[in-house]
């Protein structure tokens, strides 16, 4: 299973639930596979979907969901003991992990080496799931807590377009849409 | 009135309720207030960077944020200033104590206490230097303004003779 499938099959599983979306092609297949008001894509600022979604969590009480990356993971490993101090009740964090740096020609990053499901165990994380081939929410949204969900996937990218939305639009959508505003337009 | 209460005062007056922090030496005074009030979210954290994605995450989520730092900090937060909150337009009061300068007492601050304007030059961040705490209760409320009319990141620099 190559990355957008798993996004593919994670979004079939979301209600509707927030979503803080990696730089790079795991944005750009989010947006090609069901773009929604829902979805923050980044655009920079490798290393912060962790942290921007703990901040979203924390700040107001729907569910964020946070599609990271395992390079992206260990370029901010610190947030994994920030969120797990913090805790918050409506954070999924789920690692798409290709064992590589997928956006930039699939490099290998150390997740081939160590495993970043024990790292995020030590760290304290109660709520821990791991797929490979089947990718099933139904549990995972209904657990209150912070939960890390460790996906391996293939390497790969899927040939889609770059997102052809303003980075000032895409904020502005994403916080009407938290303040509600979108459905009395 | 002492100057951690001052930066403290003039952050409640502008409506300040998610601060993300890493501790000075000089910051610590100010940091057990924030800490103590409940109406304001206060998350430590373990890097500075990872704090203003903290911070974006939470201002998408309706709060109004500050970071309270070292200028250190603003070395290990290049980046997420330019791609993250530039990019996006992006508001946050940035508390930051700025070490290496007249008075410092460790050499070793010196290098990035010198290139601290120097880096918020080159990010285009307006920042203000209040000599006072008299200056730092207008300063503050001005950046606070600043922030919400623009979607901008403003520093505060707290130099050493500040405190």
New interface residues.
């Given amino acids: 299973m190559e990355r957008i499938e798993a996004i593919q099959k994670i979004t079939e599983q979301l209600n509707n639930e927030l979503i803080?979306c990696n730089i790079g092609f795991p944005s750009r297949e989010l947006y090609a596979v069901k773009d929604s008001p829902n979805n923050?894509y980044?655009?920079?600022?490798?290393?912060?979907?962790?942290?921007?979604?703990?901040?979203?969590?924390?700040?107001?009480d729907r569910k964020?969901v946070v599609l990271d990356g395992d390079g992206s993971l260990l370029m901010?490993m610190?947030?994994l003991?920030?969120i797990f101090n913090?805790n918050p009740n409506n954070l999924i964090l789920v690692i798409l992990d290709n064992e590589c740096y997928g956006s930039t020609g699939s490099q290998c990053s150390y997740a081939s080496t160590v495993d970043l499901s024990r790292v995020a165990e030590a760290v304290g994380f109660k709520n821990l799931f791991l797929f490979q081939n089947e990718i099933d929410f139904s549990e995972i949204l209904n657990i209150n807590g912070s939960i890390f969900v460790h996906i391996k996937i293939e390497k790969g990218n899927a040939d889609v377009p770059v997102i052809d939305m303003e980075?000032?639009d895409?904020?502005i959508r994403?916080?009407e849409e938290?303040?509600g505003k979108l459905n009395t337009l | 009135m002492d100057s951690s209460q001052t930066i403290y005062q003039a952050l409640k007056k502008a409506g300040i309720n998610?601060v993300v922090s890493l501790p000075c030496v000089n910051l610590g005074k100010l940091m057990d207030m924030i800490d103590c009030d409940s109406d304001i979210?206060h998350?430590?954290?373990?890097?500075e960077?990872?704090?203003?994605?903290?911070?974006?995450?939470?201002?998408?989520?309706?709060?109004k944020t500050a970071i309270l730092m070292q200028n250190s900090g603003l070395g290990n937060s290049v980046?997420?200033l330019?791609?993250?909150y530039k990019?996006?337009?992006?508001p946050i009061i940035m508390i930051i104590s700025h070490r290496g300068t007249d008075g410092e007492f460790m050499n070793a601050q010196v290098p990035m206490g010198k290139a601290t304007t120097g880096v918020l030059d080159a990010l285009e961040i307006t920042y203000f230097i209040p000599k006072t705490p008299d200056d730092a209760l207008k300063l503050i409320s001005k950046a606070g303004s600043l922030v919400e009319i623009e979607n901008v990141p403003v520093g505060i620099l707290l130099e050493i003779s500040f405190w």
């Fill in positions: 803080i923050f980044m655009l920079g600022s490798m290393g912060m979907a962790s942290s921007i979604g703990l901040g979203l969590a924390m700040a107001q964020v901010n610190g947030s003991v920030t913090q980075p000032e895409i904020k994403f916080i938290i303040k | 998610f979210i998350v430590p954290v373990n890097r960077e990872e704090g203003f994605g903290i911070c974006a995450g939470a201002y998408m989520g309706g709060k980046n997420v330019a791609s993250l990019l996006y337009q992006l």
